[in-house]
């Protein structure tokens, strides 16, 4: 079965079970939910997701819907280093459905099981290769005996062995609990939260369908013989802060399936890069490659993919967050691309296999094919400016520099080092590059988790508050002065400033920060107020309010806008709050405030920073 079919199969199913169809949301979780989303990109179908499974409502057409399905685009980068084995992934989909309220275990692991097995309707796997895991309980949330408990009902129900075992106990042979660790879901420190059962498939087809010990299928977890196909949690509490604080108000369901594990089961291959979603490139690398090398193949067709949804959702390589991962992965598959040497001129062919990948997926994501020729130019430029930077640290290194430096400052993988070292005679101290490395890993998941606190998280300060509605002033200002070019990159607001990331080709002459400072002065002065009004979705695309982020809004859109009427208004953004109820407060207490520019500058091609302050 064709990874098409698989995703129009599994939205027809639930679209017959009462689901709305809804659009993959951006690969880019949105700034301002900065304390609900706790990562860079979506790394889970759920994310885009949390504030209705936390209990807002979901609006379509005027109705509140509680059952949603979709094919959503994720990006997990924690496991780099792994990719180029059989199963792992940078980007991937998943499938999923949800109920916001709605239903909850029963029907979630039926319509899974149905999905699954159903030959007509789903997947037509064989139930007797099918196992499941469920939550084993802990000091903070109970076993799920009730999911175990329905597991057995399904498999009776379809006279598929149930493992002959007590479900009271963890050695049932089908249906097997397991810890938090495994069978636990959270996404961050923030957020709903609960236990989930994962389904298992015998892609192998050694395991015989019953009387299986709880040892036997850790081991063949392990050793590939089973794959996880599917995850439906019960999402029953909320986190804050890392704690669970309390039960939600209606549990939901959020359930996933990757589509890349699918496709692999149901093309009957060992590996993802053997499904059709991964060939096309790893078919042109094979007849291009001098140098076969499978490992830097699987890379190059990994990480290529990922960049192109990427750079289709509006990430452009730079040195900092998105940016900079983006970069990465585009530097790891130029230097694999190298090492497959597919030319005699030494270049990497990145354009023959980004096509590849456009053309797979072009017909199934509108937004690759109206961007597939800046997608490749993009890829293209980082290329060259890559090879101009190796260039420059291969100087560096015949000056004698060490490897760490090179990997910092240059990009230089240590493996590349390692080469040059050899060809060279030297050699590279591989114990002083690691303990660097790992410094230079602790400080940047600090910075990290520092900037996943930052943002609006500290959305009841005063400052921060000000500094919010001062952004909405800025940007408009920004617009009047420096035309419709600017494009809102990135805010992030603390109590001391707020610091606004947008497109703009050209450093800022002074005039032209004097000019947007005494605008937003002038707006201060005049006491605006700053009004919300919600509205739908197509309601509000048409008021012409600014809109970020690709972010996945339901029908009910909420707009801030900062004047006497919302036709009239100076600026009106779409925003999820909260603001000031009159720009005159953003002159403090005693009205004396100014809004100043401290700082502009470049933090990455086409992309200017302001920090500002009021004060
Ligand atoms: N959130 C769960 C997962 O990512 C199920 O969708 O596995």
């Known amino acids: 079965m064709k990874s098409s079919e698989i995703r129009s199969r599994f939205l027809q199913f639930f679209k017959n079970r009462k689901h709305t169809i809804i659009d993959s949301a951006s690969l880019i979780t949105s700034d301002e939910k900065g304390v609900t989303n706790p990562t860079l990109f979506n790394t889970a179908g759920m994310q885009p997701l949390i504030p209705y499974l936390l209990g807002k409502p979901f609006i379509k057409d005027g109705h509140e819907v509680t059952r949603l399905a979709d094919v959503q685009k994720c990006l997990r980068t924690v496991d780099i280093d792994e990719i180029g084995?059989?199963?792992?992934?940078?980007?991937?989909?998943?499938?999923?459905?949800?109920?916001?309220g709605d239903y909850f275990k029963e029907e979630a692991i039926k319509w899974s099981y149905e999905f699954l097995t159903s030959k007509e309707e789903g997947l037509g796997l064989d139930p007797n290769r099918l196992y499941v895991t469920v939550f084993e309980g802990d000091a903070v949330a109970a076993k799920d005996v009730e999911a175990a408990e329905i597991w057995k009902g399904i498999f009776k129900a379809n006279t598929v062995s149930d493992g002959g075992g007590d479900t009271s106990k963890s050695e049932n042979g089908r249906i097997f609990f397991m810890p938090a660790s495994s069978n636990w879901w959270e996404a961050g420190e923030n957020g709903p939260c609960g236990p989930d059962t994962e389904m298992y498939y015998d892609v192998?087809?050694?395991?015989?369908?019953?009387?299986?010990?709880?040892?036997?299928?850790?081991?063949?977890?392990?050793?590939?013989?089973?794959?996880?196909?599917w995850n439906d949690v019960f999402m029953q509490y909320?986190?804050?802060?890392?704690?669970?604080?309390?039960?939600?108000?209606?549990?939901?369901?959020?359930?996933?399936?990757?589509?890349?594990?699918?496709?692999?089961?149901?093309?009957?291959?060992?590996?993802?890069?053997?499904?059709?979603?991964?060939?096309?490139?790893?078919?042109?690398?094979?007849?291009?490659?001098?140098?076969?090398?499978?490992?830097?193949?699987?890379i190059v067709a990994d990480h290529i993919r990922s960049a192109v949804f990427?750079?289709?959702?509006?990430?452009?390589?730079?040195?900092?967050?998105r940016g900079y991962v983006l970069r990465k992965l585009i530097r790891r598959a130029v230097r694999h691309g190298q090492l497959l040497k597919m030319s005699e001129d030494g270049s990497s062919k990145l354009d023959i296999i980004v096509n590849a990948v456009i053309l797979n997926y072009e017909n199934v994501y509108k937004e690759v094919a109206i961007k597939k020729d800046f997608v490749i130019a993009e890829i293209l430029k980082e290329e060259t400016r890559f090879k101009e930077t190796l260039n420059q640290g291969l100087k560096e290194f015949e000056k004698g520099v060490d490897a760490f430096t090179l990997f910092s400052s240059y990009g230089f993988p240590l493996e590349l080092t390692l080469e040059l070292a050899k060809e060279?005679?030297?050699?590279?101290?591989?114990?002083?590059?690691?303990?660097?490395?790992?410094?230079?890993?602790?400080?940047?998941?600090?910075?990290?988790?520092?900037?996943?606190?930052?943002?609006?998280?500290?959305?009841?300060?005063?400052?921060?508050?000000?500094?919010?509605?001062?952004?909405?002033?800025?940007?408009?200002?920004l617009f009047d002065v420096l035309g419709n070019g600017v494009m809102q990159k990135g805010s992030n607001i603390t109590t001391e400033r707020l610091r606004f990331d947008f497109a703009h080709g050209a450093k800022m002459t002074d005039e032209e920060k004097k000019r947007v400072e005494a605008i937003v002065n002038e707006k201060i002065a005049a006491g605006l107020p700053m009004t919300q009004v919600k509205m739908s979705k197509e309601e509000a695309e048409k008021t012409g309010a600014k809109h970020f982020f690709g972010e996945k809004y339901g029908d009910e859109i909420s707009i801030y806008y900062i004047g006497d009427s919302l036709e009239r208004a100076y600026s009106k953004e779409f925003c999820g709050g909260p603001h000031v109820k009159n720009t005159r407060e953003l002159a403090g207490p005693e009205g004396k405030w100014h809004f100043k520019i401290l700082k502009e500058e470049a933090v990455a091609q086409g992309v200017r920073r302001i920090k500002a302050v009021l004060g």
């Open 204 to 229: 192998k087809n050694v395991l015989g369908g019953k009387g299986l010990t709880h040892e036997r299928f850790l081991e063949a977890d392990s050793k590939r013989e089973v794959v996880e196909v």
């Open 238 to 298: 909320e986190k804050k802060d890392g704690k669970i604080v309390g039960k939600l108000p209606k549990p939901s369901v959020d359930t996933g399936a990757g589509l890349e594990r699918l496709a692999m089961v149901m093309q009957n291959v060992d590996n993802i890069f053997d499904t059709d979603l991964l060939k096309p490139e790893m078919d042109v690398m094979k007849t291009m490659a001098k140098n076969w090398k499978i490992e830097s193949a699987r």
């Open 310 to 321: 990427l750079i289709t959702d509006g990430v452009i390589p730079s040195n900092t967050d």
């Open 424 to 477: 060279k005679g030297i050699t590279i101290d591989v114990n002083d590059f690691n303990e660097k490395f790992k410094k230079h890993q602790e400080l940047s998941r600090a910075g990290a988790e520092q900037k996943f606190k930052g943002g609006l998280a500290d959305s009841n300060n005063e400052m921060v508050v000000r500094y919010h509605t001062a952004t909405h002033l800025l940007h408009q200002a």
């Open 85 to 100: 084995d059989r199963t792992h992934a940078t980007f991937f989909e998943m499938l999923g459905n949800w109920s916001l």
